[in-house]
């Protein structure tokens, strides 16, 4: 028995010296990811973006932040060591492992949309991941008025459907279809060109496109030819949400750049601007584009994307622009769509000619939602006088999708030249009614299901502040209803709309 016992002593012993030993070899195994490091990808047009991990380590634990060519910041979440190699995800649906291998990190990056790619960092001095340095921002003034965009502008812009893909043969692609589509005729008279088309700034500071854009100066020709517009994008920091070149710095430049390749539609987004300033000096950053654009020579829509921060809608005019986001990005789905467009009635007093609240591109036809749904969100963008950018790819149309980009009846709504934005008169339930004022003494009424089961929605007139017969026309079904003494009431679908013009009957 003693032996026994003796013989279970060695053995425990054994295991404890294997264990300490394993633990000081799994210790000793376990690299120090601290510092900062950095990783160049080569993106579309052969552009180079420059990433940088800001890591800290104490034994196991790790923490840090990515920063993604100077324009946004984005936390580790939920860092983690697996077998020696750290493992983490970021905001953009984005999972990192970095593995060390001798004084560099292999990288493998997993994006939902862009599959797997990999590439080395090397440590870098922690200095070099800082943002540029701000400038000095203007006195706030009055940018005097560009005299544009009377109506909300209409058109197509690349990024919803074509993100970084974007080049030269899509976008020219693009204005041949607003042209065979008849959608150009219909009032769509602008191509943007959204973020991911920067190259480089040569010597003398002026930025150059990218390798999928040979030569600005002529697709702004072959668009104008078409008898439609050209836009263009960037950001008022050092870099765009893409990571490509912003126009810190080079605002008066880049203003005069954008006239001479004759372009119409700048789209400025805040993006990397939020490392350098607050939201109390979007005012004062925005208005340096605003002058420069003013001093360009060229009538050019400048649209103000900071996501309705800093109420926007108070100083936009102000820095000369034309339209300004409300909202976040928006998604092509209708939780994302419904919550947009039933939010805006606060802002209504802030619309009007030259000036337009912005709740961010269409959707429809990128195949996120029903042609129902996508009918309720036409609608709901039209009642509030809101931008009609297309974000679909404008060769590969359903008929649904091209009879409800081109309803003249319902763009009508959009155009007229009141320019009141609806809001929202009634409200019970699943049923919503929003109702404007239009130039000619109608009104334009949206009685919506949000529900999933269909619903009569009735409309008052004392709601609508008429009195007498009113006519009634159906938008969607070109159809005149007959008249109506007090109310109309109707069967709306789940998710869906019924969009009238409601008329004074002639005496």
């Not at 601290?34 to 180079?48: F, H, K, L, N, Y």
């Not at 429809?364 to 996508?374: D, K, L």
Request: proline share 4%; with cysteine; charged share 20%.
């Amino acid at each position: 028995m003693k032996k026994v016992n003796n013989c279970i002593l060695l053995l425990l012993i054994g295991l404890s010296l294997e264990t300490i030993a394993f633990g000081q070899v799994s210790q000793l195994a376990i690299p120090n990811f601290s510092g900062t490091w950095r990783m160049d990808i080569e993106r579309a047009g052969g552009v180079i973006i420059s990433s940088y991990f800001k890591l800290h380590q104490i034994d196991t634990n790790v923490n840090g932040t990515v920063v993604i060519n100077g324009a946004v910041e984005l936390p580790l979440r939920k860092p983690h060591l697996d077998q020696a190699d750290l493992v983490f995800r970021t905001a953009w649906n984005m999972d990192y492992r970095l593995h060390h291998q001798d004084e560099k990190l292999l990288v493998t990056i997993k994006h939902s949309s862009k599959g797997i790619e990999k590439a080395y960092a090397f440590r870098v001095s922690d200095s070099e991941a800082l943002p540029p340095q701000k400038i000095t921002l203007p006195e706030l003034l009055a940018v005097p008025s560009n005299q544009l965009a009377l109506t909300p502008p209409m058109g197509w812009n690349s990024w919803n459907h074509f993100a970084e893909k974007v080049n030269d043969s899509i976008v020219r692609a693009a204005a041949d279809a607003l042209v065979s589509t008849r959608l150009a005729a219909a009032g769509y008279s602008y191509i943007n060109i959204d973020d991911c088309w920067q190259g480089y700034r040569d010597s003398e500071g002026n930025i150059v496109p990218n390798k999928k854009f040979p030569n600005m100066k002529a697709l702004a020709d072959y668009v104008h030819s078409k008898g439609l517009k050209l836009g263009i994008y960037s950001s008022p920091g050092p870099f765009t949400c893409g990571g490509y070149l912003g126009s810190l710095g080079h605002e008066e430049q880049d203003a005069k750049t954008y006239a001479s390749w004759g372009i119409d539609y700048l789209k400025y987004d805040w993006c990397s601007a939020s490392r350098l300033y607050s939201n109390d000096e979007l005012q004062a950053t925005y208005q340096k584009m605003g002058l420069a654009l003013a001093k360009s020579g060229r009538p050019i829509v400048y649209s103000l994307c900071e996501y309705g921060m800093g109420d926007v809608w108070k100083w936009g005019p102000k820095v000369a622009a034309n339209l300004w986001r409300t909202t976040g990005d928006i998604q092509d789905n209708w939780l994302s769509m419904s919550n947009i467009g039933f939010s805006q009635d606060r802002l209504a007093a802030y619309a009007g000619p030259g000036h337009w609240n912005d709740p961010d591109m269409l959707e429809v036809g990128n195949g996120g939602m029903t042609a129902t749904e996508y009918s309720t969100h036409f609608s709901l963008w039209c009642l509030l006088a809101a931008p009609l950018m297309a974000g679909n790819d404008l060769q590969k149309m359903s008929p649904s999708t091209l009879e409800i980009l081109s309803n003249s009846e319902v763009i009508a709504i959009d155009q007229d030249l009141l320019g009141k934005q609806a809001i929202t008169i009634f409200k019970e339930g699943d049923v919503q009614i929003l109702a404007r004022d239009l130039k000619d003494g109608a009104k334009a009424v949206g009685l919506f299901n949000t529900g999933l089961k269909g619903q009569i929605a009735s409309v008052s007139f004392l709601d609508l502040k008429v009195n007498g017969k009113q006519k009634i026309r159906d938008l969607w079904l070109h159809k005149d209803l007959g008249q109506f003494k007090s109310k109309f009431s109707v069967h709306v679908p789940p998710h869906g709309v019924v969009l009238i013009k409601v008329s004074p009957k002639a005496k």
